[in-house]
């Protein structure tokens, strides 16, 4: 093969496994779409998942959540400094972290945490051939792995994302209080001067969005693992991968469409 066609090959196939891994995720969320009528399966294994993706995630969540507001109150003050009241660090430190920051930095973290962990659990059961077994057995595995662990993706990242939401604005607060010599109510001042309900709405749909996408991305992956403990170690990878540029391309989304 010609030295200059290589690239153009590669580019190729590389297309052509995007175009089939995304007909791939297509089937599976159909399949998930038409196994949310058996209640029976996925059921009992909801709280479970919640706790898991949801309750565990908190840690790591306000811990991210409590720096960041902590930075976006010094950094303010720095920017603010001689050119506009003080009291603004509280509308900097709000805005950002309900609209912005919150819920991205939480989304980006938990496709670390729970993306990957999806993948490599799934992605063990396939390669160990406990999936296939779960078909031998007659019990839908759609049902029985991906549907439990979508649903609590939806229902608890927006739980999360608040709490980090509300860490993050008390750490400016505090930073504020204690390092910029502001009182508390001038920084409340600013938290209310620019608040609008749907701020909170924007955050919380942007959340649901990014819980579907961590969650779905991940079992997409672990239940299409190929290649044994490799292929595993690849499936996370992945999974973690992707679903952080699709976060990315739905903040930029519902950025142009809500607001």
Do not use: C
């Amino acid at each position: 093969m010609p030295l200059f066609v290589r690239p153009i090959v590669a580019v190729g196939r590389g297309t052509l496994a995007s175009i089939v891994a995304v007909g791939k995720a297509g089937y599976l969320a159909v399949d998930a779409i038409h196994a949310l009528k058996q209640v029976q399966l996925w059921g009992p294994h909801l709280l479970v998942q919640m706790t898991r993706i949801g309750v565990e995630s908190v840690p790591i969540a306000l811990f991210i959540a409590m720096f960041t507001g902590i930075v976006l109150a010094l950094q303010a003050s720095y920017t603010f400094t001689g050119a506009v009241p003080l009291y603004f660090v509280g509308v900097l430190v709000g805005k950002t972290m309900v609209l912005e920051l919150g819920p991205v930095l939480t989304g980006l973290a938990l496709s670390g945490r729970v993306g990957a962990n999806i993948a490599a659990e799934i992605g063990t059961m396939r390669v160990t051939e406990q999936i296939d077994a779960l078909e031998a057995l007659a019990y839908d595995p759609v049902a029985y792995l991906v549907v439990p662990r979508v649903l609590a993706g939806a229902i608890m990242f927006p739980v999360v994302v608040i709490l980090a939401n509300a860490v993050g604005i008390a750490a400016g607060w505090a930073t504020s209080l204690v390092l910029l010599d502001m009182s508390s109510p001038a920084f409340m001042r600013g938290l209310r001067l620019f608040f609008e309900p749907f701020d909170v709405q924007f955050s919380m749909i942007k959340s649901v969005t990014f819980g579907l996408t961590v969650t779905a991305v991940g079992s997409s992956f672990g239940f299409h693992t190929r290649g044994g403990a490799e292929g595993v170690g690849r499936a996370a990878t992945g999974a973690v991968v992707i679903s952080s540029m699709i976060i990315l391309v739905l903040d930029a989304f519902w950025a142009a469409v809500l607001l």
